[in-house]
Every structure is written in C-alpha cells, then in structure tokens.
C-alpha cells in the first residue's frame, strides 16, 4: 500500500494548527457565516458548509481559449459596452446580453438534465449562489457607470455558475456525465460542447484548474460536509483543515479519511520553529480594474477574472506558518479573524 504523502502545515498568527494535503499555502481566515454577496466573495475560500456546497469548485479565472467560457470575453478596452435606450436608461449592449443569456441558460440546461439521471440530495438549507441574471445585466438602469457595474458583476457571477456545473458532474466518472448528458430524455447536450467541457472547469478537475477551496471546521463537523471532502482532494479543490491551537495537537477527528491529514506534534513544532510572515501583495483598483479606456491590458490577460477592489489601499494580512510556504496567490478576502471555535483559541482583535 502506498504511503499518503504528510499535508503541509500551517500556524497562523493565532497559534491556530491548519494542514492541507493539496494547497502550500494558508489563505485568509474568514468568519464563519460571512456574507457571500457579491460575485467576487466566492473567488476566495470559506468554511465548507451545506448551504452552498458547490461555492469551493468556482474557478478563479475564464479560460477564454475554451469553446464555451470564450462566450464571455470582452473588449479589450474598459468598460464594458453599454448602449442607451429609447427611454433614456441603459444596459448591455444586446450582442453581449444575447451571448451572455444563451451561456446561462446552457449551463442551467446541463445541470437539469445532469439531474434527471442522477437526483442530488441537497439539505434543507440549500440556497445556491445567485445566477448571472440576478446580477441584473438583461436589467435597465437609470446611468450608463450603473449599467457598467452591474455587467462586471453578472460576468463575474458566471465562474461560481461554472463552480456549480462542476460540482454536480464531480459526483461521477467522466463516462457517466458524458453518457447522462448526450441520453435522449430531453434534448441532448451536443458533442461539441461535451467536448468542451471536458477541457475547461466544468469538466476538467486537474491541478491545473485554480478554484476557491475550502476550510474545514473540524471542531463542529458536519456529516454531509466531512462526505464532501475526499471528492473534493480527488478532483484538486485545494483543502484546509482546522485542528485547533498548537498547544493541543489533535482535539478534533474528522474520521479516518481525514485523520491522516492531522498534524504530528513534531510538524507542528517544526513548523513554529520556521514561523514566517508572507505578505500577500494586494492587487490595487487599477491594476483589476481600470476604469481609463486608455488602458489595454496584455492579450494574455483577462482584467475580470480575478475580484474587483473597491479600494487601491493596503489591507491587513495574515501571518503564518508553512513547512513550505510559498506566496498567497489567492485574493486577499476581506476578512481575516479566524472563526471563534474555542475559547482557547478565540482570536484576539
């Protein structure tokens, strides 16, 4: 039998033991029911729940190479196209809605028919991120800079949409969403896009494939969550478990399959010993979203796929410790106490 490889570890500036088998790095800590409101919240980790259970599969990035995700790219230039209507208000201009529409209405297509064949057991608290349209891009508004905004937003509401898709197809082998997709109960889905969605996040679970992720709070467990984590180590969803303060090395079990991921009193000691503080560069408004059409970002470059910045100044950010810390590539969340789990771990503000 193979040995399982030992995940890194972690020691936050809270003297708080986390480990990930799949991530070398420690994200931001965000509250335990934190607001997830806009798009650009579910771009960064949270603690793993039933409510949302899909938000840790949400890519982080459009591949703009793919058949399907290239529905979304946009002008070079910024902002978006915005058009002005007869009774004075504006909106996307119609080849953008049209484009954006028919995407959303597929990708909710694949879903339903995912679903005919293999029923999802949801708990009574579900409540999926809100959908594209929601964000109010086939909407009117009063000003052209609100019409811009609110495009941005239901653009960006597209990658936990793509999160959901690939939740759903997750649950199975790639034979088995492939053949529940091209049945004839109902319009099959066409070879083509099969094809491209095995290429890209909806399909495609490689490591190649940056997503959100997820926290796991291993001191009030829930079933259906700790059910969730070995599909998500499977398909490279990056994983963090929370054990509690150092001091107490192992006071939480998550069951066999997570067990082996609990640090050793040794790794934790090690990993106080090579404390480090890695600071998170913080993109600034400019840099994710340039509000002069005077800037052309690079051709490589998609200016909205990472999370707007209402603010170019310095955020506060986490100290930690890893026994191969590397840079956070991830967007700094705006929260950054951790959870109140304990009270001999309750932060310090």
């Known amino acids: 039998m193979a040995s399982i490889r030992r995940p890194n570890v972690f020691?936050?500036?809270?003297?708080?033991?986390?480990?990930s088998p799949n991530a070398a790095h420690l994200p931001a800590i965000p509250l335990v029911d934190c607001?997830?409101?806009?798009?650009?919240?579910?771009?960064?980790?949270?603690?793993?729940n039933?409510?949302?259970?899909?938000?840790?599969?949400?890519?982080?990035?459009?591949?703009?190479?793919n058949y399907i995700i290239s529905r979304l790219s946009v002008p070079p230039s910024l902002p978006l196209p915005v058009q002005q209507t007869p009774d004075g208000s504006w909106e996307l201009d119609r080849e953008h809605q049209e484009r954006w529409c028919t995407l959303e209405k597929s990708l909710i297509y694949i879903i339903a028919k995912f679903r005919k064949t293999h029923h999802s057991l949801f708990s009574l608290d579900y409540r999926p991120y809100r959908n594209p349209s929601d964000h109010g891009y086939l909407r009117s508004h009063k000003a052209a800079k609100h019409a811009q905004i609110s495009a941005t937003q239901s653009r960006l509401a597209f990658l936990p949409l793509i999160g959901r898709v690939s939740y759903e197809l997750s649950r199975v082998d790639t034979h088995v969403w492939v053949k529940a997709l091209l049945n004839d109960d109902g319009n099959p889905v066409r070879q083509s896009w099969i094809d491209a969605i095995k290429n890209c996040a909806l399909g495609n679970f490689s490591p190649s494939i940056c997503r959100a992720g997820a926290l796991i709070n291993?001191?009030?467990p829930n079933p259906d969550v700790l059910e969730l984590v070995p599909r998500m180590i499977k398909c490279n969803v990056p994983v963090w478990f929370f054990w509690g303060s150092y001091k107490s090395p192992r006071p939480f079990t998550g069951g066999p399959s997570i067990d082996i991921y609990c640090p050793s009193q040794r790794e934790i000691d090690e990993a106080l010993v090579t404390r480090q503080i890695t600071v998170n560069p913080t993109p600034t408004s400019d840099a994710i979203f340039p509000l002069t059409e005077s800037f052309v970002p690079p051709s490589s470059v998609d200016p909205f796929a990472v999370a707007l910045s209402s603010s170019s100044s310095s955020q506060p950010v986490s100290s930690f410790v890893c026994l191969n810390s590397i840079s956070d590539p991830y967007?700094?969340?705006?929260?950054?106490?951790?959870?109140?789990?304990?009270?001999?771990?309750?932060p310090q503000p």
């Open 331 to 346: 967007p700094v969340c705006s929260h950054h106490l951790p959870p109140r789990l304990q009270l001999s771990t309750r």
């Open 11 to 19: 020691v936050n500036d809270h003297n708080q033991v986390y480990s």
């Open 35 to 48: 607001d997830i409101d806009n798009p650009q919240d579910t771009f960064v980790p949270h603690w793993a």
């Open 218 to 220: 291993l001191g009030s």
């Open 50 to 65: 039933v409510v949302r259970p899909e938000l840790p599969f949400t890519p982080i990035e459009f591949d703009m190479s």
